[in-house]
């Protein structure tokens, strides 16, 4: 039975059967993976408090296939990131970071990028910050990292750069900007956008993330946004984001 070891950010912790838990991990090295924690619900167990979201742990597992449910054997946290869980706010942040990793990634495919922009996110999330935005300006990030970077620079459909003087629409269905003919002609769905917004996610897209504290959009700019991502990373992944009381329970 193959033994694997890594370091990796809980994504979610959920209930099995009378006494276990099933853990999601996003890791450095390996990507996505799951194990069993055997008796982790019982009063006395060796995992202690370590299997909370967010924690940042070494873990051990003995897995079978690459398909298989892994055993965790050992873990050990390396952060836990209590400061997170002393404002609501913060933590609901935090969640829907973690759920957004969680379902635009595809099992044991690893992207380095991705764990460093998640262990930053989650290390720099303060209570006084505009949450919200912290968490659109990742979510960006995160459809990057996965090959689905929005595209703005020229239509998707006919691939022209769009007339300024002309409206231009977002498409969730392809990804990104559509001229105004394309919009007209028949494209699916399609949401207004301004050339302020365009280039508010192209700045958001090309930022380290080390640098994204300095954007800021409010007003009209903010909606279109917000709007434009939440859409899309709906089309890519099937389902909305949860909101956060929902994923608690």
Known sequence: MPLLRTRAVILRSQRWGDADRIVTFYSHDLGKIRGAARGARRMKTRFGGVLEPFGIVDVTLFQKTPDA?????????VKNFKSI???LGVMGAAAKMVRMVEMITADR???PEMYAAL???????LPDRDLALTT???????????GFRPQIDRCTECGNSAPRNRPQWFSPRLGGMVCDQCG????????SISKGSLAF??????LPMASLSRLKAIGTVRIEVEEAIEAYFQTVVGKSLPRFEQWVS
Request: charged share 25%; no cysteine; hydrophobic share 40%.
């Open 184 to 191: 007209q002609r028949g494209v699916g769905r399609v949401l």
């Open 119 to 125: 262990v930053y996110s989650l290390e720099t999330l």
């Open 85 to 87: 869980r002393e404002d």
């Open 109 to 111: 495919d690893p992207n």
């Open 136 to 146: 659109l300006l990742f979510q960006i990030h995160v459809l990057g990292y996965t």
């Open 69 to 77: 449910l892994g055993q965790i054997s050992q873990i050990d946290l």
């Open 201 to 206: 996610i192209e700045q958001a897209r090309r």
